[in-house]
């Protein structure tokens, strides 16, 4: 690409159990304690739960409201969170929307109903009673679930987001993806500004029970920073709704809009995970494409805590043979599937915009001082996944 355009971050919208918005987030990354934890709700898993929200702020309309699940909720509010803070709602007619969504919403009143209703019936009579309960329970055109590209159309409803719309689906590298695409288009001049990012219910019985099938689960009381899960490694799901306002820096400053952090570089990769092809030598492969400067490395890392993807970033990071400040976005947000790696990006951008790395927190978090001008976003997903992105401080003189 000849003469990308910079892209800025500009805005931020977050919602997690640390709280909602930028001053919530900044003040959990400068204290040392846990996020607020559920552990018995869900036994033996635990999980972050999210905040109260006063979803008229953000979805005006009861009707809008009604007809979303709580996953499409959150995803709408924190969309609306990141144009109040980038100021961006003047923008909205030709900004470009992506979203990382999972496989839709399920209707979990009306799934355990149908089980309830079933589970004495003898088959034949079951699947007459399964026919009736479908026709007078579901929604029309959702089938038992809500669709993956039902978010981005009630972002663009609700906000009025109507530029080029994407929606990826793929947990973790999802949500890489979509903040790849989002600055990749505006660098290559395919508009100026873009609304990226993604949204995980944790609350949800249903994806506990299949990610624990998949081996991603912790099964322990209590809570762990992520890189000191050894005696009971795995992830601990948080209520997560993670967007970020792009732009380019000329469309930045002419409206005059300040950046929080500068994008320099988003690389993803997908190893086979089968000895042959790891994670440690994709996400070296990720690595060689940015530019980051020698020296002593601050990252922030989007790790789930499963025990073999912890430890390929342990050896990834190994390898790069210099000094790493490490800092898992998990410790403040717990794990977000496909918002985790928007949400490392935003925890990022906050941390360069304020020159302060988020507080160590567990023996595996080094301390580190000095300035802070450069940051590496890890994203070492749980199933499959690599991804990296550099972000790097706004000089006061580039501001406008």
């Known amino acids: 690409m000849t003469n990308p355009s910079p892209i800025w971050v500009t805005g931020v919208g977050l919602v997690s159990a640390a709280g909602e918005g930028r001053d919530a987030h900044r003040a959990a990354m400068l204290a040392g304690a846990a996020p607020a934890l559920d552990d018995a709700t869900y036994a033996p898993f635990a999980i972050h739960p999210g905040p109260a929200l006063e979803l008229d702020?953000?979805?005006?309309?009861?009707?809008?409201q009604r007809q979303m699940e709580p996953w499409q909720r959150l995803g709408t509010y924190a969309a609306g969170l990141a144009l109040d803070d980038a100021g961006a709602r003047g923008l909205v007619a030709e900004m470009d929307l992506i979203v990382?969504?999972?496989?839709?919403?399920?209707?979990?009143?009306?799934?355990?109903s149908v089980v309830a209703a079933l589970?004495?019936?003898?088959?034949?009579?079951?699947?007459?009673?399964?026919n009736e309960m479908l026709?007078?329970?579901?929604?029309?055109?959702?089938?038992?679930?809500?669709?993956?590209?039902?978010?981005?159309?009630?972002?663009?409803?609700?906000?009025?987001?109507?530029?080029?719309s994407r929606t990826f689906m793929g947990e973790e590298q999802a949500g890489?993806?979509?903040?790849?695409?989002?600055?990749?288009?505006?660098?290559?001049?395919?508009?100026?500004?873009?609304?990226?990012?993604?949204?995980?219910?944790?609350?949800?019985?249903?994806?506990?029970i299949l990610y624990h099938a998949g081996g991603l689960m912790r099964r322990a009381p209590g809570w762990a920073p992520v890189f000191d899960r050894g005696a009971a490694p795995?992830?601990?799901?948080?209520?997560?709704?993670?967007?970020?306002?792009?732009?380019?820096?000329?469309?930045?400053?002419v409206r005059g809009a300040r950046g929080l952090a500068r994008?320099?570089?988003?690389?993803?990769?997908?190893?086979?995970?089968?000895?042959?092809?790891?994670?440690?030598?994709?996400?070296?492969?990720?690595?060689?494409r940015l530019d980051l400067p020698a020296g002593r490395l601050a990252v922030i890392s989007g790790a789930t805590g499963v025990a073999g993807p912890v430890q390929a970033e342990r050896d990834f990071l190994a390898g790069l043979g210099r000094p790493v400040a490490l800092r898992a976005a998990g410790n403040r947000l717990g794990w977000g599937a496909e918002a985790t790696f928007p949400g490392s990006v935003a925890l990022a951008a906050l941390a360069l915009?304020?020159?302060?790395?988020?507080?160590?927190?567990?023996?595996?978090?080094?301390?580190?001082?000095?300035?802070?001008?450069?940051?590496?976003?890890?994203?070492?997903?749980?199933?499959?996944?690599?991804?990296?992105?550099h972000l790097q401080a706004i000089p006061a003189e580039d501001q406008p």
């Not at 990382?100 to 355990?112: I, N, T, V, Y």
């Not at 589970?119 to 399964?130: F, I, R």
């Not at 988003?266 to 990720?286: F, L, M, P, T």
């Not at 023996?363 to 997903?381: N, S, W």
């Open 57 to 64: 702020r953000q979805i005006p309309k009861k009707g809008d």
């Open 135 to 164: 026709a007078s329970g579901l929604r029309p055109t959702l089938f038992l679930a809500q669709l993956s590209n039902l978010l981005a159309g009630n972002i663009s409803i609700v906000h009025g987001v109507t530029g080029a």
């Open 100 to 112: 990382a969504a999972g496989g839709g919403e399920r209707d979990m009143a009306l799934d355990e």
């Open 119 to 130: 589970g004495h019936l003898p088959p034949a009579e079951a699947a007459t009673k399964l």
């Open 234 to 253: 795995g992830a601990i799901p948080g209520t997560l709704g993670a967007f970020l306002v792009l732009e380019t820096a000329e469309a930045a400053r």
């Open 353 to 389: 915009a304020d020159g302060v790395l988020p507080a160590a927190m567990g023996d595996g978090e080094a301390a580190f001082d000095g300035p802070l001008t450069d940051i590496l976003v890890t994203g070492f997903a749980g199933w499959r996944g690599e991804a990296l992105a």
């Open 263 to 288: 994008i320099r570089g988003v690389a993803c990769e997908q190893a086979r995970r089968d000895g042959a092809d790891g994670s440690a030598a994709a996400a070296a492969r990720a690595f060689a």
């Open 176 to 208: 890489a993806d979509a903040v790849r695409v989002a600055a990749a288009r505006l660098a290559e001049g395919r508009g100026q500004a873009a609304l990226v990012g993604g949204a995980f219910v944790a609350a949800r019985w249903d994806l506990m």
